[in-house]
């Protein structure tokens, strides 16, 4: 089965600083999609960026960017220019055409990055 | 932010009461989506839809019933609530279509079973 592995319960980083969230993942697909999502305290969960398995570019969008590494399994997502409004619970994700139960998601247990002022 | 609406936000209810935590969305979408997360973890899919009068169980065992008769609506139901059930509950919809397809978030029920 497929799994997501995210090994930093807890990060933090300075404002303006940048933070890079590791995320790594077991699958025996080659063809699948991974996903950031964040996760405010108290807020509805939002994504943040996605990555096609099949495409060698990584990912990014504004000051969010992913380093995918297929071989290695890794999806490690990078904040730049870190902001207190990036404070949340990040989740990894993981979905491939295989899966049961109408593609969902399989999650990593997730990251709580704090933003120091 | 998404227009998926999840009610009640928060419930503190007794043990053997019956439930049901309402899930809206307006976008359209035809598959929908019941995640259990108990705090500071992962998201267990539940229940998930296809779309109208379509309902099937997730992988992580619940003893909670959904509903779809409408599009935009898919609530969910605990017959007799107990401790056990204490969690977040967050539903989601998605398109049909690509696996690349955005799912979105409702803010989430806080259910406290006493």
């Known amino acids: 089965a497929q799994t997501v592995t995210q090994s930093q319960p807890e990060m933090s980083v300075q404002e303006a600083e940048t933070v890079t969230l590791s995320c790594t993942y077991d699958t025996s697909e080659s063809d699948y999609y991974l996903f950031w999502y964040k996760q405010p305290p108290s807020r509805q969960m939002i994504l943040v960026i996605r990555?096609?398995?099949?495409?060698?570019q990584n990912a990014t969008e504004n000051r969010f960017s992913v380093n995918f590494q297929k071989a290695a399994k890794s999806f490690s997502l990078k904040i730049s220019d870190s902001q207190l409004g990036d404070a949340a619970m990040y989740f990894c994700a993981y979905r491939d055409l295989s899966m049961e139960y109408g593609n969902k998601l399989v999650f990593g247990a997730g990251t709580i990055l704090r933003v120091k002022s | 932010e998404a227009d998926i609406y999840q009610t009640p936000r928060y419930l503190v209810i007794g043990t053997g009461k019956k439930i049901t935590l309402e899930c809206s969305q307006t976008?359209?979408?035809?598959?929908m989506y019941w995640y259990q997360q108990d705090p500071g973890m992962e998201l267990h899919l539940i229940h998930y839809s296809y779309g109208v009068n379509s309902t099937e169980k997730g992988d992580l065992s619940s003893e909670s019933t959904v509903s779809r008769i409408r599009t935009e609506h898919f609530p969910l139901t605990l017959e007799s609530a107990r401790p056990s059930h204490t969690s977040q509950y967050l539903c989601?919809?998605?398109?049909?279509?690509?696996?690349?397809?955005?799912?979105?978030f409702g803010p989430g029920t806080r259910l406290t079973v006493l």
């Open positions: 990555q096609e398995a099949y495409k060698q």
């Open positions: 989601a919809s998605q398109e049909l279509g690509g696996a690349i397809n955005e799912q979105f």
């Open positions: 976008m359209g979408h035809d598959k």
